[in-house]
Antibody, heavy 118, light 107 residues
Framework: EVQLVESGGGLVQPGGSLRLSCAASGFTFSSYEMNWVRQAPGKGLEWVSYISSSGSTIYYADSVKGRFTISRDNAKNSLYLQMNSLRAEDTAVYYC???????????WGQGTMVTVSS | EIVLTQSPATLSLSPGERATLSCRASQSVSSYLAWYQQKPGQAPRLLIYDASNRATGIPARFSGSGSGTDFTLTISSLEPEDFAVYYCQQRSNWRVTFGGGTKVEIK
């Protein structure tokens, strides 16, 4: 079964750090571009970051640039999101999502909740 | 940044009725537009990619159309499981944006 499973979410104070992980199974992870997408409580979807299949190309949304770092380990079939200098507005469910064709995300994880609060 | 505007915000319909959802882009995205369905507490589910191609396993009652700046998702006859929030999404170069969503609710 093709699957993505996120972990690492939790409660963190403003200014703190958190590292999210996304474990992939059921497909050749190293062949796919990957993304992180987040959703604040009761709000819509917001793209966060992209990484190419090899990890050589990376992009970030302006809202997280300079604070978040995306990475992957193809040998471990895993995607990561290092989040530093967290703010209240980063509170959201974070999804990892597999890229499909040029414009879509076909496989999503179940999400992991990140809450930034004192 | 390309802004996607979805309308209406809420659509109140009965099972069996036809649903027509709109997504308008602030500039052309060619045919690089996708549609998703999201139910409470669940991850989004890909319905349509490249504006008009149904994703694997998506029923034929879902169809997408449009190109450039104006796109439509049509559900030909609403089933009880179709009541949910729908999002459009585009990718231009490397930047991805989502629309604000349309909630399809039971009338």
């Amino acid at each position: 079964e093709v699957q993505l499973v996120e972990s690492g979410g939790g409660l963190v104070q403003p200014g703190g750090s958190l590292r999210l992980s996304c474990a992939a199974s059921g497909f050749t992870f190293s062949s796919y571009e990957m993304n992180w997408v987040r959703q604040a409580p009761g709000k819509g979807l917001e793209w966060v970051s992209y990484i190419s299949s090899s990890g050589s190309t990376i992009y970030y949304a302006d809202s997280v640039k300079g604070r978040f770092t995306i990475s992957r380990d193809n040998a471990k079939n895993s995607l990561y999101l290092q989040m530093n200098s967290l703010r209240a507005e980063d509170t959201a469910v974070y999804y990892c999502a597999r890229a499909y064709y040029y414009d879509a995300f076909d496989i999503w994880g179940q999400g992991t909740m990140v809450t930034v609060s004192s | 940044e390309i802004v996607l505007t979805q309308s209406p915000a809420t659509l109140s319909l009965s099972p069996g009725e036809r649903a027509t959802l709109s997504c308008r882009a602030s500039q052309s995205v060619s045919s690089y537009l996708a549609w998703y369905q999201q139910k409470p507490g669940q991850a989004p589910r890909l319905l349509i990619y490249d504006a008009s191609n149904r994703a694997t396993g998506i029923p034929a009652r879902f169809s997408g159309s449009g190109s450039g700046t104006d796109f439509t998702l049509t559900i030909s006859s609403l089933e009880p499981e179709d009541f949910a929030v729908y999002y459009c999404q585009q990718r231009s170069n490397w930047r991805v944006t989502f629309g604000g969503g349309t909630k399809v609710e039971i009338k």
